[in-house]
């Protein structure tokens, strides 16, 4: 690990706003800019409902001294629902999203771009902001699918999830997973035309994690987010079918990397695609099968398939050094290994 630690202009002991704090990635990266020594304000839906977060052993030191503030905002699809939130922070990480997995694309994709445009005019209101990050998705910017050969750069967006998450039923059952994706892709769309038009005066990036696995913080994480080693756990072929295969990263690293997006001065105006490993499932069943040697697991699927699209993230992998002292992303055994921790996956 690096003993050196880079110069931000966000000052430790200045406050990140993090919204979708109880999320899972939110909930990580809470914790690692409270361990970095940043102040953080997290905003959830409901705040008796958020009173896990607190009391996270992780967590708990910083927030009996204070440094972590829970606010309610119930619903990001609300305009100016993050007037209040933002009032003085130094840099905003805007995590929230929803991931309800709804059928109807009008009650994702609308609240979704108004999300990130109340959180970016609210932005616009507080001169101390000198940094946004956007969590936008590997599948705003490509479909999963194997045989699908391109490269993936700064100007990619999958114009067709939006295409197909907007056509009339009868609906293919992966229309939840495409009306989730077509709203990464608008919501995504939407912040670089803002920046566009507005010019605004922080610095602004989006993170665009691929299938993210590792430690869950909270049951909720295993049963809505932290799902894809679920999936295989407890055999469930039409998910695993929907999505024969993938790349994958650690939630640490996810959340290392909008930490490390929002503090280095350097980085601007990116999308970056933070992929980590490539894989299938035949790879997580391969970890699982070591992890719990005396359990029976599904079968190897019969005709496992790879990924092969491709993208540059030689940055990210510099930010992970930079910031973190990390060399490279955490294997998939590690995220494997990770996502069975605190004992909500059996
Ligand atoms: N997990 C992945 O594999 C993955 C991959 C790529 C990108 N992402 C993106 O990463 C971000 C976080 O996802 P996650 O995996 O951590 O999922 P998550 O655990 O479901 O987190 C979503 C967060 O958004 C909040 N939220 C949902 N609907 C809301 C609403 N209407 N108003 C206000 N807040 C709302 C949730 O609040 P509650 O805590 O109250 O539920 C939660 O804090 C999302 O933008 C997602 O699209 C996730």
Redesign the pocket.
């Known amino acids: 690990m690096s003993s050196t630690s880079p110069t931000s202009d966000i000052h430790k002991g200045s406050i990140v706003l993090v919204?979708?704090?109880?999320?899972?990635?939110?909930s990580h990266t809470v914790a690692q800019l409270l361990e970095k020594g940043y102040k953080v304000r997290g905003?959830?839906?409901?705040l008796e409902?958020?009173s896990w977060l607190p009391a996270l052993p992780r967590i708990k030191p910083f927030a009996d001294k204070g440094d972590l503030e829970l606010v309610e905002?119930?619903?990001?699809?609300v305009p100016r629902a993050f007037d209040d939130a933002v009032r003085g922070v130094s840099a905003i990480i805007n995590?929230?999203?929803?991931?309800?997995f709804d059928l109807d694309p009008n009650n994702v994709i609308p609240?979704d771009i108004q999300?990130i445009t109340s959180v970016l005019e609210s932005a616009m209101t507080q001169p101390t902001v000198r940094a946004l990050v956007h969590?936008?998705?590997?599948?705003a910017s490509t479909m999963l699918m194997p045989g699908l050969g391109h490269d993936v750069g700064p100007g990619s967006f999958n114009d067709l999830a939006v295409k197909l998450a907007w056509a009339p039923p009868p609906h293919d059952p992966s229309q939840p997973l495409l009306v989730?994706a077509a709203g990464?892709v608008e919501s995504d769309k939407a912040l670089w035309k803002f920046v566009d038009e507005r010019k605004p005066k922080f610095r602004v990036n989006a993170v665009?994690?691929?299938?993210?696995l590792g430690e869950p913080l909270n049951q909720?994480?295993v049963d809505?987010?932290?799902v894809?080693v679920r999936w295989v756990t407890d055999e469930r072929t039409d998910n695993l079918n929907g999505m024969p295969a993938f790349y994958a990263i650690d939630v640490g690293d996810?959340a290392r990397l909008h930490v490390a997006a929002a503090l280095d001065p350097d980085v601007n105006a990116k999308r970056m695609h933070t992929w980590g490993v490539k894989g299938n499932w035949n790879d997580v069943l391969a970890v699982v099968r070591k992890l719990r040697p005396q359990r029976k697991f599904m079968a190897d699927m019969a005709d496992p398939k790879q990924l092969s699209i491709t993208t540059d993230e030689t940055l990210y992998r510099d930010l992970l050094k930079k910031w973190f002292g990390q060399d490279d992303w955490v294997s998939l055994e590690g995220m494997v290994a990770n996502n069975f921790k605190g004992g909500y996956l059996d």
Not at 19 to 26: N, P
Not at 43 to 46: E, L, M, Y
Not at 95 to 100: D, G, H, M
Not at 135 to 139: C, D, N, R, V, Y
């Open positions: 919204t979708g704090a109880t999320g899972f990635i939110g905003t959830v839906r409901n409902q958020a905002v119930p619903d990001l699809g995590i929230a999203a929803i991931t309800s609240a999300g969590t936008s998705s590997i599948l989730y990464k665009l994690p691929s299938a993210v909720k994480h809505n987010s932290a894809y996810a």
